[in-house]
């Protein structure tokens, strides 16, 4: 009985964790960040195509982003939506079967897709499931940072373990077990619908893992351009010319943005790195930005500093979105040391970014008015993203990787000239 009595407490516990939504979303965001990277490199390998690689993630965004549109406007029953939850989550072990035995470009195309797909669901149902266990709708966007960005940088670092087709296969094929099996679990708490209030800055990976992933919304973005325009109706009554040269700073940084991230696994690939060292460069993004979360959090920015913070946060993306370029035509020989370098920085300003850009626009509307706000943050980044995407797949088809670096480089200096407009109209 004593021997016995360990082990029922570990079972005990084992099934509360598996039970749980934190752990749904822990493993999600896992399985996003990994399958991403995953699909980028395997295509690399398969096609040798950068062009193909930046139309995948094109793909996969635009496919998120639709997806995301139409589950925001059809009306299903709770029973249903249990029975789709798991469906859904049965359906990733398949995708992720075909993407790992699959040799074919357009097949691995089409299951990155449905996977897109998949995630825009799953996404706003477990981020559904966290808001039912905190007491404070300002602590929902909060709890999923932290959920997904731990789960991100495990997954990265496990990826970084598991480097080959045969190993991240089966990783990726676990990890879908293991999250069917909770989603199983879990599945009688789940109902239709999504938080409308998320007050913090959304994950951007990451949502756009690679972006990142995309970059991943939680929120609709037509929801979200809704209030994009409630938002600037509101201004248009007492308009300034900061607020407009402010929005439109935001929409242009993120074409940057989403330029930038689009080609990485090739532009790694090209200078020489390993997949493993390509997983563990990512994890370091991942984690320095969990600690520039950190440092900006012990802050107390006034309005007026905020825009301070983000001009130079911004001039800093400006010199470290074009760096990748050097690599690219040979003027600075692949150093890993040097790599590391961006993808720390880069991770560790986007905390800065992130929460200056969302703090500002929350200090232009009334506090009643902070979720359209917030949604209208989620929505330019949205879409400066997706364009970025886009325009990194045509340069990158056309020309090479590292003009959509130059051209990264030069948009980001547009909205760094941009931002420093608006804060001038502050002082003036």
């Not at 249903?80 to 939850?85: G, H, M, R, T, V």
């Not at 929505?379 to 797949?393: D, E, H, N």
Request: proline share 3%; net charge positive.
């Amino acid at each position: 009985m004593k021997t016995k009595f360990p082990f029922i407490v570990a079972k005990r516990y084992l099934k509360q964790i598996v039970s749980s939504a934190s752990f749904l979303a822990i493993v999600l965001s896992m399985i996003s960040v990994v399958f991403n990277l995953y699909v980028s490199l395997r295509i690399l390998d398969i096609t040798g195509s950068p062009a193909k690689q930046t139309l995948a993630l094109f793909a996969y965004n635009a496919g998120y982003t639709f997806m995301s549109f139409i589950w925001r406007h059809i009306e299903l029953g709770n029973k249903f939506i249990k029975a789709l939850f798991v469906l859904l989550s049965s359906a990733l072990i398949p995708i992720f079967a075909f993407v790992s035995f699959s040799e074919n470009f357009y097949v691995i195309l089409v299951s990155f897709v449905l996977f897109s797909f998949s995630l825009a669901i799953l996404n706003p149902l477990t981020v559904n499931l966290i808001s039912r266990r905190v007491k404070r709708e300002s602590e929902i966007s909060l709890k999923y940072n932290y959920y997904n960005s731990l789960g991100s940088t495990i997954g990265y670092l496990l990826a970084g373990a598991f480097t080959g087709v045969i190993k991240l296969g089966f990783l990726i094929l676990t990890l879908g077990v293991v999250f069917l099996v909770n989603v199983i679990n879990i599945r009688r708490e789940v109902e239709y619908g999504v938080p409308k209030i998320l007050t913090g800055p959304l994950p951007h990976h990451h949502s756009f893992h690679i972006n990142i992933d995309v970059v991943d919304k939680l929120t609709d973005i037509r929801y979200d351009v809704f209030y994009l325009r409630l938002f600037l109706r509101r201004l248009s009554i007492n308009i300034k010319r900061r607020h407009f040269l402010t929005l439109l700073g935001i929409f242009v940084f993120f074409i940057a943005v989403g330029l930038f991230f689009t080609p990485l696994p090739s532009m790694l690939i090209l200078t020489g790195l390993t997949k493993k060292e390509i997983y563990i460069e990512y994890a370091f993004f991942n984690l320095f930005s969990i600690i520039g979360y950190q440092s900006i959090s012990s802050l107390n920015l006034t309005f007026e500093k905020m825009y301070s913070v983000l001009s130079l946060a911004t001039l800093a993306r400006c010199i470290l979105f074009v760096l990748p370029s050097l690599l690219s035509i040979g003027l600075v020989e692949p150093n890993l040391w040097f790599i590391t370098t961006i993808m720390i920085l880069v991770g560790y300003t986007w905390a800065f970014l992130g929460t200056t850009m969302l703090g500002i626009l929350l200090s232009l509307v009334p506090h009643n008015d902070r979720a359209r706000a917030s949604s209208s943050f989620n929505a330019l980044s949205s879409l400066g993203t997706v364009i970025g995407s886009l325009l990194s797949t045509l340069i990158v088809t056309k020309y090479s990787v590292g003009y959509a670096y130059i051209a990264s480089g030069i948009i980001a200096t547009i909205s760094l000239m941009l931002f420093i407009k608006a804060r001038s109209a502050i002082l003036s």
